[in-house]
Nanobody, 125 residues
Framework: QVLLVESGGGLVQAGGSLTLSCAAA????????MAWFRQAPGKEREFVAT????????YYLDAVKGRFTISRDNTKNMVYLQMNSLKPEDTAVYSC??????????????????WGRGTQVTVSS
């Protein structure tokens, strides 16, 4: 069992930055693929970014490439999402997810085993 808790969300103006954090407990995540997803009101959950257990391989939603950076610190059981040049369309609840069944990085919701409750990110225009 893995408990994931996100933090760092908030209200920011367009063009601003935020860093989200995801703390894992109950089990080490150093062998897990980790990801961030987001869900805007009235929309389905959407993949944002994922990172391999070794931190060397990452994959991003096209809409956030060059603006968002996913990273991890396995010594602290933490995953991060640095978000720069934020846009109003980035407004959503951002959730952290863990994939422990396999080391392959995936972008589909059903490929992930554990989820946090999410943190709200609101970008004003």
């Amino acid at each position: 069992q893995v408990l994931l808790v996100e933090s760092g969300g908030g209200l920011v103006q367009a063009g601003g930055s935020l860093t989200l954090s995801c703390a894992a407990a109950g089990r080490t995540i150093d062998d897990s693929v980790m990801a961030w997803f987001r869900q805007a009101p009235g929309k389905e959950r959407e993949f944002v970014a994922t990172i391999h257990w070794d931190g060397r391989t990452t994959y991003y939603l096209d809409a956030v490439k060059g603006r968002f950076t996913i990273s991890r610190d396995n010594t602290k059981n933490m995953v991060y999402l640095q978000m720069n040049s934020l846009k109003p369309e980035d407004t959503a609840v951002y959730s952290c997810a863990a994939r422990i069944r396999s080391g392959m990085i995936k972008s589909e919701v059903h490929e992930y085993d554990y989820w946090g409750r999410g943190t709200q990110v609101t970008v004003s225009s």
